[in-house]
């Protein structure tokens, strides 16, 4: 219920634990009266889930009870993450979860096409050889007809002034979706649903407000509400945890401004005469039969829960759910049913199910919204209303119980296998014929509610064993249990397998789960098979070597380097001040670790002095903080946007092969460019002080050669390394080349 900025704040704390996120008493009665009939719709697009414009949606669905929703071509999987270490698909769940969440706060549906976001591009002609044009714009005309808005809004120009390749994509497609959601010709009624007109275009003019034609204040304030939509939106938009986008309240007067630029309705009347965006629009009301259902429950003061007795069900199995119905405001009564929930299909992101093609997903493409897919799993209760007919409420059934600090919980019921089988990493890297010693982890999970004996087996490549390849284990009702086998051995270059299978009488699971849980989002689960990918490397690593590791944003690669060998310790930079830094042989920082962490930035002295007395630095890449005077020994600069190389297979000049950093204890060469994922280098200087030396160069197709993917520089006694190389990529990623240039920087 939206009554303050308080209440705001304690919605948004529960908002994982109570998916229906309900409004109640005169705030709900008001919100269905005033909604009721509202039939006109808006559909915002943009190609990132923080793109959208947080503050017009939440004006236009809270203020203007417009049907509102928000259409991303993609996942945002390409991002970085500052809440965690998911990457790729996994940060896409994340990031699709934190859009939900932040939909339920402003009013909207959310919509995506199948587009994998495959990291940052510089132009729209890149961005459309990942992402065949009709596809996504077949995605789009789905939406379109499916939501059939009145209106549609481009967050972006689809011109090079958006900067990102996928933002220009959108706006190019936003307007060509315009006339394609009509076009049966193109887009046939039988594969892309009914034809629909869009009676208007507008383009989002907030930062050249110069160019808008209409401008509103979403800073209004809504007595209902106790808010503004200003402060709706800033709820909203500080879902996107996972991309640091927390944001303030803003009250008072709040402009935001659009550009219309086409229209079928009202074409006499000139753009910048307009009052309204909804001018030459009939926005009449039709009271529908969901409206007065809807308005006859808030009155009542309609509650209904479904409460599991456990988080869940077994794929094949049935679990009791107790169905309790509240009718508190006309009458105080209550009533409680049982119904058993049968786990017919395993509970997981629906766009993963199958895997990608390309840089699309594999999922058929349809018009259903994304929260409306949520729901689509509600059990449907009839609720009998005094003096009026019965009325159908959809509620999610969930496991609830009490937390001794967090208080009342709630967990929504989920399918998953009987025993599901996980190993602790997808992937992993070792070094080619030397000594592997190695605890591999793997987790069960069971779904059943009763205990089930389960034998365990692992299977080997060539080359290793095991203490133990076969263990017996008594795995009660919901527990989880993590089984740990010691491997040893030696590995050829190469990919090979570690596979673990678990036996429950005549079933046999190799297939389990990895959760993704967040204070702010509803939990989500990724699947994949129970078979770690070991990439044996030729790699020679610094003998002796004792390595320091401040943890960076969406950073992996620590464990990567412990399976090389290293002896890695994690230091908290609150610990600079008192640690013995000389115990070290080499520091690594993390990337973009100064931008997450204060204290890092407050304490960097204690590293510079370490450097200083004969101390080894590597730090890889920051963003504009790292040009801050006295981060950096020397200073360098970055442009805005600042330069990267996008494309993972750009040639690669090495400009100083005799160098330690390239030489020894490997030998780089051009062979450990390959094979590289998603980029070469990001947030690379543009200068840099002739202290520095670069190792290498590079440039994106067109563009002049970038040589700071390595700089290095002497310091006092010690060498300070800077790496734009994204390594934090390759690393996780098992790519050959990346470790062994790693392997050079830590000696």
Known sequence: ?????????????????????????????????????????????????DDEDTQLIAWLARGHRAETAYLSLTRGDGGQNLIGNELGEALGVIRTQELLAARRIDGAHQYFTRAYDFGFSKTAAESFSHWPRDSVLGDMVKVVRGFRPQIIVSVFSG?????????????????????????????PTRKFGAP????????????????ATISMNVGEYDPILGLTYAEIAAESR??????????????????????????????????????????????????????????????????????????????GDSVPVHV??????????????????????????????????????????????????EKAGWLPVEVKLPGHEPITVRTPAVYRYADPVLGEMERPLTTAPGISVTFARDVELARAGAPLDRIFQVTLRSSWPATHNISLSVSLPPGLKTDSADRRVALEGGATRTITFRVTGRLAPGVHHVRAVAIDGAERDS???????????????????????????????????????????????????????????????????????????????????????????????????????????????????????????????????AARVTDENAPVTILEPRNSLLDSPNRITNADFAGWVQERATYMPTTFDPHYSAM????????????????????????????????????????????????????
């Open 196 to 211: 629909w007109n869009v009676l208007k275009f507008y383009r989002g003019a907030r930062f050249s407000s110069a160019d």
């Open 511 to 641: 297939v389990g789960f990895i959760p993704i849980e967040y204070p702010h989002i509803t939990p989500e689960r990724m699947y994949r098979a129970a078979d770690v990918p070991i990439q044996a490397v030729d790699v020679v690593v610094p003998a002796h070597a004792t390595i320091g590791y401040i943890q960076g944003v969406g950073d992996n690669v620590a464990n990567a380097l412990r399976d090389l060998g290293l002896v890695i310790h994690e230091i908290d930079p609150a610990s600079l001040p008192t640690t013995d830094l000389s115990a070290y042989s080499t520091i690594v920082i993390g990337p973009r670790a100064y931008q997450a962490s204060q204290l890092l930035v407050n304490n960097n002295s204690y590293l510079m002095n370490y450097v200083r007395a004969g101390g080894n630095l590597v730090v890889q890449y920051g963003q504009n903080e790292m040009q801050k005077p006295g981060l950096m020994p020397y200073p360098i600069t970055l442009a805005r946007p």
């Open 159 to 187: 011109t090079p002034r958006d900067g990102h390749g996928q933002h220009q994509v959108a706006g190019i497609l936003a307007r060509e979706v315009y006339d394609a959601a009509a076009d049966t010709v193109r887009f």
């Open 324 to 373: 309790a119905v509240y009718i508190r405001g006309v009458v105080d009564s209550s009533s409680l049913h049982t119904v058993y929930v049968h786990g017919d299909k395993i509970t997981q992101p629906y766009w993963l199910v199958r895997p990608r093609i390309g840089d699309l997903f594999a999922s058929a493409s349809d018009s259903i919204s994304d929260d409306a897919r």
């Open 238 to 315: 500080s879902q996107h945890k996972s991309q640091g986008f927390g944001s303030t309240a803003r009250k008072g007067v709040v402009m935001d401004y659009l550009r219309r630029e086409v229209t079928r309705v009202n074409a006499a009347t000139p753009a910048a005469s307009e009052r309204s965006m909804f001018d030459g629009i009939d926005t009449t009301l039709h009271v529908t039969q969901s409206d007065r259902d809807r308005i006859a429950g808030a009155d009542a003061g309609v509650d209904v829960e479904a409460i599991a007795d456990r988080a869940r069900v077994a794929l």
């Open 1 to 49: 219920m939206l009554l303050s900025a308080a209440a705001v704040a304690a919605t948004i704390a529960l908002m994982p634990l109570s998916l229906k996120a309900q409004e109640r008493g005169i705030v709900a009665s008001a919100e269905a009266k005033a909604a009721a009939g509202v039939h006109t719709r808006v559909l915002v697009i943009g190609a990132h889930p």
């Open 696 to 747: 290498l160069s590079m440039n994106d197709p067109g563009e002049s050669a970038n040589s700071a993917g390595i700089l290095t520089a002497t310091v006092g006694k010690g060498r300070y390394t800077y790496v734009t190389l994204a390594l934090f990529r390759q690393l996780p990623a098992a790519v050959p080349g990346g470790a062994r240039i790693f392997a050079n920087l830590l000696k």
